[in-house]
């Protein structure tokens, strides 16, 4: 695989990564981070471990691995996931993890995660460059194996921009180089719902040969589905979905660096990943049957098919269900009544976080916010 013509968005190598160690452990914010995650190590911790590293591989399991199990122990009851058997026919291949996509950074970290638990090679990710606003971020994404999406450009330089990413992906899957991450859809899913992009798909196709079967089967697409008790950025989501109702929603400067440290300060309760079994050659030759304009819906269709009914659901899911009917359907079978008063007391205290500017509408972000918790049960 010829990685110089994808150097504008591929992973830093090792040199270039231990170059930015020395960068990154200098970065005056390390001690707070390092303070936070890792209080019995002091403020140095942090900045002497990365330093320390030799490689993306030593930096990734010997430093990240550990910021993910602190973020889990310090910030949620515990990490599960299942479906390890859908693995094991996928020994020495490289793969596409296409997954659902709640929370900026810790998807793709906790899904990483999971792989080194198992004692398997970590994946390339894919990921917005509007999450990028310093040099600082960029070799710590770099360093992590992070491919670039190139976000909030022209139709004509998008179109380029895609087929580039789609041969990069398509190269270092089929070259036996890596395997890669990237979400079902551009932004996170903030309305409880998850759908699969065919323009996803569509991107993917870019830099293949134009057969429907062989270009998709050679990705060896491999949905995973994660689920938060408590989803993360609740209430900024909760206030997106609001203002979006009265026209199209603009960002504020520095929301998505907000939003990451959000998800990893906020209290997530349970998380489970689950790992779905792959599409299959079979599948995609019965969706290639299909007249063309209607294979990547077909194929997204199929993927939430497997993403779907793999979502965790948590009591959250279920006590904000009832209270959108106005019943209690599954109280004393799932949750009890300390159960409902603690999400009703949790939803007060979120939503109070959203600011008085917005209070009398509190009703209608109430709604809203019950539905991001429901919307995964009545999705199935």
Sequence with gaps: MD??????????????????????GRNPSLPAI??????????????????????????????????????????????????????KGLEGKKFLVISNHRDIVLDPALIDYMFYKEGKELLDLCIGNNLIDNGFINDLMRSNRMVIVHRGISSKELYESSLHLSGY???????????????????RAKDGIDRTSPTILKMLSLSGSGDFVEDFDALTIVPMCLSYEYESCDYLKTRELFLSMGGEYVKRRGEDTRSILSGIRQQKGGIHLEICKPISREELTVI?????????????????????????????????????????????????????????????????????????????????????????????
């Design 3 to 24: 990685y110089a013509k994808y150097d504008d968005i591929r992973p830093y190598s090792d040199a270039e990564a231990v170059a930015a160690f020395s960068r990154i």
């Design 34 to 87: 390092s303070k936070y995650l890792f209080p019995q190590n002091g403020f140095w911790y942090l900045s002497q471990q990365i330093r320390a590293c030799q490689s993306v591989d030593e930096f990734q399991k010997g430093v990240i691995a550990k910021v993910v199990e602190a973020i889990v122990d310090n910030s949620s009851y515990g990490f599960s996931y299942s479906g390890t058997e859908h693995l």
């Design 169 to 187: 992906i398509r190269d270092v899957i089929t070259s036996g180089n890596s395997s890669v991450w990237v979400a079902q859809k551009q932004g």
């Design 288 to 380: 290639a049957q299909l007249p063309h304009n209607e294979r990547y819906n077909a194929l997204s269709a199929l993927i939430d098919s497997r993403i779907r009914p793999a979502y965790k659901l948590w009591k959250t899911n279920y006590i904000a269900a009832d209270l959108l009917a106005g019943n209690r359907a599954h109280q004393g079978s799932i949750y009890d009544s300390l159960d409902l008063a603690s999400f009703e007391d949790y939803t007060r205290l979120r939503l109070a976080k959203i600011g008085r500017r917005l209070d009398k509408h509190r009703d209608a972000l109430r709604d809203i916010f019950r539905h991001i918790y429901a919307n995964p049960l009545s999705n199935r």
